[in-house]
């Protein structure tokens, strides 16, 4: 498990695939306690050794230098972040460079304001957690937060979710309470962005990026299946990428 306090964590065993864990590492926050595991039981079913690191958001300021290094990145739950504007940072250099990218939760909703900013052109989007008197709002309160819920899902059709999957519908858990504006929808999902889960109202649960190798952002955090022994098939998906 992750050592209190160290900037990086990574697995004591030799390996050459790195992931760059984004976020501020708590021992208290669940999703945290999960992802490590979820990326052991991963690697153990698939033959892919790798190796996490815990990056601090607040030390991410030239990620071309900082973090070249990393083949993959996962954006973590736990917002808000120490910086918010690192995490953005390096959402931005792991979609430009083409390299693997996952988000959950937090990691779902800094993805959507990346992408609104920097292709969108909605430079003023922000978060509600943050600034919630913004006049962009491109992640808003949720109508019903899912604060320690689970739900069902249903998955579109050929996306990456899907085929993890292997299935239409699923049932994940959620630890939130901000979602993406519906508002906004038509201009984000108009540059290649495109929704790939809704929950049975139709509200979006999840994205990908049809012009990326593997750029998948979720709201729902399916690695905490991995605290009940069970392999994420998202989590696997992620990790199968990393050695084609």
């Known amino acids: 498990m992750p050592q209190h ?24 926050a669940t999703a945290h306690q999960a992802i490590p595991i979820a990326l052991e039981l991963a690697s153990a079913k698939t033959g892919v050794a790798v190796e996490p690191a815990w990056v601090r958001t607040e030390s991410i300021t030239d990620p071309e230098t900082q973090l070249q290094d990393f083949k993959a990145f996962w954006c973590v739950p736990a917002s808000p972040y120490a910086s918010m504007e690192g995490a953005l940072k ?37 978060h509600a957690e943050v600034k919630p008197d913004s006049s962009c709002l491109l992640v808003a309160p949720l109508a019903c937060p899912l604060v320690e819920q689970s739900g069902d899902i249903v998955l579109e059709p050929g996306g990456l979710l899907y085929r993890a999957y292997g299935t239409s519908r699923i049932t994940e858990g959620y630890h939130c309470s901000y979602g993406l504006n519906p508002r906004y929808q038509s201009v984000l999902f108009a540059n290649g962005l495109r929704p790939t889960a809704h929950d049975p109202a139709g509200e979006v649960r999840a994205v990908e990026l049809s012009s990326h190798p593997f750029f998948v952002a979720t709201l729902f955090q399916s690695e905490r299946r991995a605290l009940r022994g069970e392999v994420p098939p998202l989590v696997e998906a992620f990790v199968r990428r990393l050695d084609a």
Not at 5 to 28: C, E, F, K, W
């Open 5 to 28: 306090g160290s900037h990086l964590y990574t697995r004591s065993m030799s390996v050459d695939i790195r992931i760059a864990l984004i976020g501020d590492y708590n021992p208290a």
């Open 90 to 126: 390096a959402i931005r250099y792991a979609r430009e460079s083409g390299r693997p990218f996952l988000g959950t939760c937090g990691g779902f909703q800094h993805a959507l304001i990346e992408y609104a900013r920097n292709v969108c052109g909605l430079v003023e989007a922000e």
